[in-house]
């Protein structure tokens, strides 16, 4: 088996177009400049597809384009002006390096130095190349076209712009270049849609900022509405309480002054617990109210449940029995016991127009006597 050494360091020479390298520094030089190779795709088509998904086609157009065009002076420099009689031909001596380094055939198919125009066509240029099954959404050659701007704009002597054209064949790509002299510069153009970026961004900022505001005045409001419902249920709720207290209040006073009746004519009132002033008023209203209702002709009122009877409560029967009078009623206490009877003699309250009774039942009898003597009388 045949050992063949490797080569530590090598040039091989495509005129104009040297290739050196040197294998101990690990590096390569085209055309005497420190080059490199790199496979188009995927790593240079992954770079240039990230860089468009994170700038926008147009911002990453116009970056690699100017770039391109900084460039173009050492080409214009170093191979058209020194290898040609005049430009054409120096530029057929740039083609030709172009495609020994694989960026495509470069043709100079127009030329007119005197109306500063040109057309330039380039087949198989690896920018397309490399995007070949993404043609449709490309972002096209910017690299060729900034360095065609560059290398031109120093031929005429003026800004140019080169308006690009792309074409798939069955075969090959292909990309046309017009060239023609133009006011706008890439580092204008680039600072006009880094502008419009801008803009668009803070027109985005707005918008969201403008939505968030809106988002929080919404909330604020839903809040706001909540807090109202919330006071409503709680105005609800404490005027249920307040309702509620109010009948508990009543139903107690009704239980506190019960008027029970015993016939058509006999009404029964029993006290039975401490009697206060407030008390004492709703004994004397119930008690007009309740005969004046039912048309009662006598009306039994039970104290055998009052603990004690004083000078406030024995005013009370009084003027109870009194009252009911004035409207025809007979007032009959019951359930006055020994110590109660001591208690009233003493204070000297006249009971006149008063009669009593013992017990319920007796009082009960009594009534209803007095009720049918009433009614033989009518």
Known sequence: MSQHPIAL????????????WDHDAGTLAFLGVDAVLFWSDPSLKLMFQSLAQEIGVPLLRLLVARSA??????????????????????????AQAQALAGWGLVELEAYDAKLREATVQVRNPWELQMQAAEFEGSWGCPMLQGRLIGIFSYAF????????????????????FRIAPTRLTLSAELERLRTAR?????????????AKVLELAQAQAEQS???????????E??????????????????????LIPISDQVVLMPLIGQVDSQRAQRVLTTLLEGVSQRQANCAILDISGLPLVDTHVAGILVQAARSIALL????????????????????????????????VQAGIALAHEHSRRRGRRR
């Open 225 to 235: 509405r909540l807090q109202d419902e919330a006071l409503r249920a709680q105005a």
């Open 328 to 359: 025809g009623v007979e007032m009959i206490i019951t359930g006055i016991r020994p110590e109660v009877a001591q208690t009233l003699v003493g204070l000297g309250l006249s009971l006149d127009g008063i009669r009593t009774c013992g017990t």
């Open 157 to 176: 002597g003026t800004p140019c712009w080169a308006e690009e054209q792309l074409e798939a064949g069955p075969n090959e790509a292909c990309v046309t």
């Open 69 to 94: 065009s900084i460039g173009a002076e050492e080409d214009y420099r170093a191979l058209i002006a020194p290898l040609g009689n005049h430009f054409a031909e120096g530029f057929q001596v740039w």
């Open 9 to 20: 360091s090598s040039r091989l020479e495509l005129q104009p177009s040297p290739l050196t």
């Open 237 to 258: 709720q404490s005027r249920i309480q307040d309702e509620a207290l109010e009948t508990q209040a009543r139903i107690i006073a009704e239980l506190s002054t019960p």
């Open 198 to 210: 801008r803009d668009q961004e803070q027109r985005l900022l707005r918008q969201e900022i403008a």
